[in-house]
């Protein structure tokens, strides 16, 4: 089987759509999204009704899908782009759209996976994990029925095995990156993200985990029309400084 894992979306309908169509070429059979379809991006109703539209997904739940449906009582350490995009996205998100992201798990579990969009441990504090942030790795992968833990929320790709230390250390993730699962130890991956890419390749990024082979491969989206995504943010009333977030 091939399971494709991906995160944070963000309303960037273009990089959505790219990866939808590049992972049915690559025939995998199941999909999980580790949260965040909404937020910072122009078409969040888009974006929403493509993921739960598609057969093969499994979807948990974002910190910006969590704070759109609790606007008035928002304990989420957010910065105030994102806050103000998801003030903006509150006033276009249809009720459909809203209902939906509301009844998202904190979590799934499918053997030997836990996925989850910040941490296994007290999922709804939304922790940033880093290489380096030794006790809160232990302590999501402690949380975790799975011993292998797919995060997001941060943006960027990185392994990291129970101490927290990367097991992959200089690595850029660049498109076609390997990691070997031996089957044994618990270790914790990041896919990056596909709407608002973070780390120093800055191109959407996901992973396919092949269970024939044990492997971990990371994939990259080297272009998709990003011009419209930032034409969109700029005419839409959204914060410039989302389109700023997707410059190179």
């Known amino acids: 089987m091939k399971l494709a894992v991906f995160s944070d979306v963000h309303g960037n309908l273009e990089a959505l759509q790219a990866f939808l169509e590049r992972i049915q070429d690559q025939k995998v059979d199941r999909l999980c999204c580790l949260g965040d379809l909404i937020g ?7 974006c929403v009704e493509l993921v739960k539209a598609h057969p093969k997904m499994n979807v948990v739940l974002g910190n910006h899908d969590w704070a759109v ?33 509301k009844r998202l798990p904190a979590y799934i579990n499918m053997e030997p996976f836990t996925f989850v ?5 007290q999922p709804l ?9 030794s006790f809160r790795v232990w302590m999501c992968l402690r949380h975790a029925a799975g011993r292998i833990v797919a995060i997001g929320h941060t943006h960027s790709p990185v392994i990291m095995s129970s101490q927290g230390s990367s097991l992959m250390p200089g690595s850029r993730f660049e498109d076609g990156t390997v990691f070997q699962d031996l089957g044994d130890a618990r270790f914790l ?3 990056g993200s ?30 998709y029309d990003c011009d ?11 914060p410039e400084q ?3 977030f997707l410059l190179a």
């Open 40 to 46: 910072y991006g122009p078409n969040p109703n888009e």
């Open 69 to 101: 449906n609790n606007t008035n009582n928002l304990s989420v350490d957010m910065n105030p782009v994102a806050l103000e995009a998801i003030q903006w996205t509150d006033k276009v998100l249809t009720d459909e759209n809203r209902e939906y992201l």
């Open 117 to 121: 969009h910040a941490s296994a441990f």
């Open 125 to 133: 504090r939304w922790q940033y994990l880093r290489p380096g942030k």
């Open 189 to 191: 991956f990041n896919p």
């Open 194 to 223: 596909i709407g608002q890419p973070r780390d120093h390749v800055m191109r959407p990024s996901y992973v396919i985990y092949d269970t024939n082979t044990m492997t971990l491969t990371w994939h990259r989206i080297m272009e």
């Open 228 to 238: 419209a995504t930032l034409a969109k943010i700029v005419n839409s009333g959204l």
């Open 242 to 244: 989302c389109a700023t």
